[in-house]
């Protein structure tokens, strides 16, 4: 069972092949650069890798315009290079993820070039259209501010098509059971080539079935059950992991009747009031969160992260919360996107090294599995000249070399950081490898506590009243073994006083520093936390060594 469920237990990092590392010298990242660079995850502890879109693409959103789903993009390699990195990867036994974009295409892509050709071409029905302008038009942006409509007039076709998204990127109809059978192929393709699963975007777009001036479309769940059927006939222990910024309830569903649904999914609701905690040091609404994304079937499972390759998105926050938030990590308007979230890095946006170890340690410390985005291990930095989500894509920063070691070209696929506290120079793995309490040794240590403590991604939890309004207590429990977890929101330091006595955890051994805890007389235990401090224990049942009263 263990293996099969191989997920609880993983740490995944996410990367972009064309900003991580560039074996030709020609400024954008490749598949020959990522397998140079296995050794580097491996020795971190990752055994799992999620990589973002690499098929041909004209390249106008990040490779999520994809025209090619059975191909690797010209400027990441070959499918020979696809292949041998999967090879090396084998080898070390990290797992891969790829994304799979299957709610639209790129309008350069074959199917929709033929969908345009006439009413009765073959692929005619593979999209949305509508030959009168809906009433709907423009609404439903998911780039509200950049994205001007959800329904565009295609001349050769003579109607509108749907995009939910950019209107270079026109949404598949799913309900042509067509299409269906082409998303299986994709992922069999890929399944194949030994993936371990996929990121799947945008799922509730996938979900839906637009039709024009339509209010709300159903949701069509029977589509991701489908999914996941196919999925196990293929690859038995292979995953589904969701990106659904969904409300808590809504989730249910998504994670299916007994788990037959997708196995993980980012858990965005947790994640934005983790800032908004991060953000005040009120931990109330965050404990509100975590209780309300409790999973009911145990193969089920949340993705916990801190940054990923888009904005911060804080669209859950009520208007108060979100704008506490903006005022602390991102008070500058050229800073927001979208109106509703943060284009930074978390390094930057967090300010320093004591909150920074803080939020990676509450992430690695929450019921699900830890994500971590390229380059946060080292602190890497952003760049907020560039366009929207482009500020947190910039290459990945291995050493002081030109170009920051990621590639020898002149001209890269974005600038590397070269300024200020965050540049290169200052900021980069080759020098963090040597410097024992670097950002980036610590972070390896944290990975390997977090893979010893499997009952986090195991057991049952529940959250510790520690007494104080700024510490969060969780304790966990799995085949005997319990763990308790705290961490402190507060610039002060603060004293918890816990009475363990009922559950007999007399002795509390700290996982990160030499020091034991043991129950007084009155069975309490006094832990203290520095400012923005955390503490992990494993807790012993000694109450057999202990006198009887």
Same mark, same amino acid.
């Given at each position: 069972?263990?293996?099969?469920?191989?997920?609880?237990?993983?740490?995944?990092?996410?990367?972009?092949?064309?900003?991580?590392?560039?074996?030709?010298?020609?400024?954008?990242?490749?598949?020959?650069?990522?397998?140079?660079?296995?050794?580097?995850?491996?020795?971190?502890?990752?055994?799992?890798?999620?990589?973002?879109?690499?098929?041909?693409?004209?390249?106008?959103?990040?490779?999520?315009?994809?025209?090619?789903?059975?191909?690797?993009?010209?400027?990441?390699?070959?499918?020979?290079?696809?292949?041998?990195?999967?090879?090396?990867?084998?080898?070390?036994?990290?797992?891969?993820?790829?994304?799979?974009?299957?709610?639209?295409?790129?309008?350069?892509?074959?199917?929709?070039?033929?969908?345009?050709?006439?009413?009765?071409?073959?692929?005619?029905?593979?999209?949305?259209?509508?030959?009168?302008?809906?009433?709907?038009?423009?609404?439903?942006?998911?780039?509200?501010?950049?994205?001007?409509?959800?329904?565009?007039?295609?001349?050769?076709?003579?109607?509108?098509?749907?995009?939910?998204?950019?209107?270079?990127?026109?949404?598949?109809?799913?309900?042509?059971?067509?299409?269906?059978?082409?998303?299986?192929?994709?992922?069999?393709?890929?399944?194949?080539?030994?993936?371990?699963?996929?990121?799947?975007?945008?799922?509730?777009?996938?979900?839906?079935?637009?039709?024009?001036?339509?209010?709300?479309? &159903?949701?069509?769940?029977? @589509?991701? /059950?489908?999914? !996941? +059927?196919? =999925?196990?006939?293929?690859? %038995?222990?292979?995953?589904?992991?969701?990106?659904?910024?969904?409300?808590?309830?809504?989730?249910?569903?998504?994670?299916?009747?007994?788990?037959?649904?997708?196995?993980?999914?980012?858990?965005?609701?947790?994640?934005?009031?983790?800032?908004?905690?991060?953000?005040?040091?009120?931990?109330?609404?965050?404990?509100?969160?975590?209780?309300?994304?409790?999973?009911?079937?145990?193969?089920?499972?949340?993705?916990?992260?801190?940054?990923?390759?888009?904005?911060?998105?804080?669209?859950?926050?009520?208007?108060?919360?979100?704008?506490?938030?903006?005022?602390?990590?991102?008070?500058? &308007?050229?800073?927001?996107? @979208?109106? /509703?979230?943060? !284009? +930074?890095? =978390?390094?930057?946006?967090? %300010?320093?090294?004591?909150?920074?170890?803080?939020?990676?340690?509450?992430?690695?410390?929450?019921?699900?599995?830890?994500?971590?985005?390229?380059?946060?291990?080292?602190?890497?930095?952003?760049?907020?000249?560039?366009?929207?989500?482009?500020?947190?894509?910039?290459?990945?920063?291995?050493?002081?070399?030109?170009?920051?070691?990621?590639?020898?070209?002149?001209?890269?696929?974005?600038?590397?950081?070269?300024?200020?506290?965050?540049?290169?120079?200052?900021?980069?793995?080759?020098?963090?490898?040597?410097?024992?309490?670097?950002?980036?040794?610590?972070?390896?240590?944290?990975?390997?506590?977090?893979?010893?403590?499997?009952?986090?991604?195991?057991?049952?939890?529940?959250?510790?009243?520690?007494?104080?309004?700024?510490?969060?207590?969780?304790?966990?429990?799995?085949?005997?073994?319990?763990?308790?977890?705290?961490?402190?929101?507060?610039?002060?330091?603060?004293?918890?006083?816990?009475?363990?006595?009922?559950?007999?955890?007399?002795?509390l051994v700290d996982l990160m520093v030499k020091y034991v805890s043991v129950a007084d007389e009155k069975g309490?235990?006094?832990?203290?936390?520095?400012?923005?401090?955390?503490?992990?224990?494993?807790?012993?049942?000694?109450?057999?060594?202990?006198?009887?009263?």
């Open positions: 069972m263990t293996e099969e469920l191989w997920y609880k237990n993983a740490i995944i990092y996410s990367l972009d092949l064309e900003t991580f590392m560039d074996s030709n010298s020609d400024g954008v990242g490749d598949f020959g650069g990522l397998a140079r660079r296995l050794d580097y995850l491996h020795a971190m502890g990752i055994d799992t890798v999620w990589l973002a879109p690499f098929q041909p693409t004209p390249n106008k959103d990040n490779g999520y315009d994809i025209k090619d789903y059975y191909g690797v993009d010209p400027r990441h390699g070959s499918s020979g290079n696809f292949v041998e990195f999967m090879h090396q990867a084998n080898k070390r036994g990290i797992k891969v993820i790829i994304d799979l974009v299957v709610n639209h295409t790129s309008d350069q892509h074959p199917w929709f070039q033929d969908a345009r050709s006439s009413e009765d071409a073959k692929h005619r029905d593979w999209y949305v259209w509508s030959k009168e302008r809906p009433s709907d038009w423009n609404e439903g942006m998911v780039f509200p501010g950049v994205q001007e409509a959800t329904w565009t007039y295609d001349k050769a076709a003579k109607a509108y098509y749907f995009h939910r998204f950019y209107k270079f990127q026109p949404d598949l109809n799913i309900d042509n059971p067509k299409v269906r059978e082409e998303i299986h192929r994709i992922m069999g393709f890929w399944l194949e080539l030994g993936v371990a699963g996929f990121r799947v975007d945008a799922v509730p777009f996938i979900l839906e079935s637009p039709a024009p001036g339509k209010a709300k479309s &159903k949701q069509n769940f029977e @589509y991701l /059950r489908d999914m !996941r +059927r196919f =999925l196990q006939w293929r690859k %038995g222990d292979a995953i589904l992991l969701g990106e659904a910024n969904v409300l808590p309830k809504e989730s249910k569903q998504y994670f299916g009747e007994e788990g037959s649904g997708i196995q993980l999914m980012f858990n965005f609701y947790v994640n934005q009031y983790m800032f908004y905690a991060l953000a005040t040091g009120d931990i109330a609404p965050l404990v509100e969160a975590l209780e309300a994304t409790r999973v009911a079937f145990p193969v089920s499972q949340w993705a916990h992260f801190l940054r990923n390759h888009d904005e911060l998105d804080l669209g859950r926050l009520t208007d108060e919360q979100r704008q506490k938030v903006f005022a602390r990590f991102g008070p500058e &308007k050229y800073m927001q996107l @979208y109106d /509703r979230g943060i !284009r +930074r890095r =978390l390094s930057p946006m967090l %300010g320093n090294r004591q909150q920074t170890e803080l939020a990676y340690s509450l992430m690695f410390s929450l019921p699900g599995t830890p994500v971590i985005r390229y380059g946060d291990e080292i602190g890497m930095g952003d760049d907020l000249s560039l366009k929207e989500r482009d500020a947190v894509r910039t290459p990945m920063q291995w050493s002081d070399d030109k170009q920051a070691g990621f590639s020898k070209a002149d001209k890269l696929v974005h600038p590397v950081i070269d300024e200020g506290p965050y540049a290169y120079r200052h900021v980069n793995v080759e020098n963090q490898r040597r410097e024992p309490d670097s950002l980036l040794n610590w972070m390896t240590t944290l990975i390997r506590l977090r893979q010893e403590c499997s009952e986090i991604g195991w057991g049952d939890w529940r959250l510790v009243d520690t007494g104080k309004p700024h510490v969060l207590g969780m304790h966990y429990s799995w085949q005997g073994s319990s763990l308790l977890i705290f961490h402190n929101f507060d610039e002060k330091a603060h004293e918890i006083v816990l009475n363990l006595k009922e559950s007999k955890e007399a002795k309490s235990h006094h832990i203290t936390l520095d400012a923005y401090g955390y503490r992990w224990f494993r807790a012993d049942d000694i109450s057999h060594l202990m006198k009887k009263d």
